[in-house]
């Protein structure tokens, strides 16, 4: 079973729309962070959760992205309205370990 | 303000031959490292990390070195393997739960 499960893995749409993000963790993680590469820079933090509180979101881009974590277990991140310099990865990780994280396959947006 | 920076985008080395990925980075306060390994279409995967209380550490064909007074890190690979060809990121953290900042990620080419 993988750690770490997101939804969609592309999504293509265009500026102006809404889309939605899944993220879906094995239960017992409290802590949750979401990231996001753009067009092959580093990878760059968004957010993070401990149970379904925001622990730290500092890295969220502006308030077109919003990011809720339902009973602390699956999390969502959604872009309303979506711009073009939203297109990238977005990556959803979970604490494992002493020093590491489990990162999902990502989702790929393209805003066109 | 890149806080951690990865200079050489690309390194292409021989099989059997060592890998010498370098990262360099800026904030003083950060206290743990990691390397993370990405394939096409993946999310990154932990490859191995160090404590700034450390200034090595092995895990079978990876050792990462850690000069804290040049705020370098080094993953070594030996003996590279065609495998082994991915996207390196370095990261860092500034205590065991906080956010990662990566980065720009570097691509080893390991030649049959």
């Known amino acids: 079973e993988a750690g770490v499960t997101q939804f969609p893995s592309h999504s293509v749409i265009e500026k102006g729309q809404t889309v939605t993000l899944r993220c879906d963790p094995i239960?017992?993680?409290?802590?949750l962070y979401w990231y996001r590469r753009v067009m092959g820079k580093e990878i760059k933090f968004l957010l993070h959760?401990?149970?379904?509180?925001?622990?730290?979101e500092s890295g969220m881009p502006n308030n077109r992205f919003l990011a809720e974590r339902t009973g602390g277990t699956y999390s969502t991140l959604k872009v309303q309205p979506a711009e073009l310099e939203d297109s990238g990865v977005y990556f959803c990780a979970i604490r494992t370990g002493i020093y590491g994280y489990t990162f999902g396959s990502g989702t790929r947006l393209t805003v066109v | 303000d890149q806080q951690v920076k990865q200079n050489s985008p690309s390194l292409s080395v021989q099989e059997g031959r060592i890998s010498i990925l370098n990262c360099d980075y800026t904030n003083s306060m950060f206290d743990y490292f990691l390397w993370y390994k990405k394939y096409p279409a993946e999310g990154p995967t932990f490859l191995i990390s160090?404590?700034?209380?450390?200034d090595k550490n092995e895990d079978g064909r990876f050792t990462v070195f850690l000069n804290k007074s040049a705020k370098h890190l080094s993953l070594h690979i030996v003996p590279s393997q065609p495998g082994d060809s991915a996207v390196y990121f370095c990261?860092?953290?500034?205590?065991?739960?906080?956010?990662?900042?990566f980065g720009k990620g570097i691509t080893l080419s390991v030649r049959p």
């Open positions: 160090i404590s700034s209380i450390k």
């Open positions: 990261a860092a953290s500034e205590g065991a739960n906080s956010k990662l900042t």
């Open positions: 239960s017992g993680h409290d802590n």
């Open positions: 959760f401990v149970k379904e509180s925001k622990q730290d």
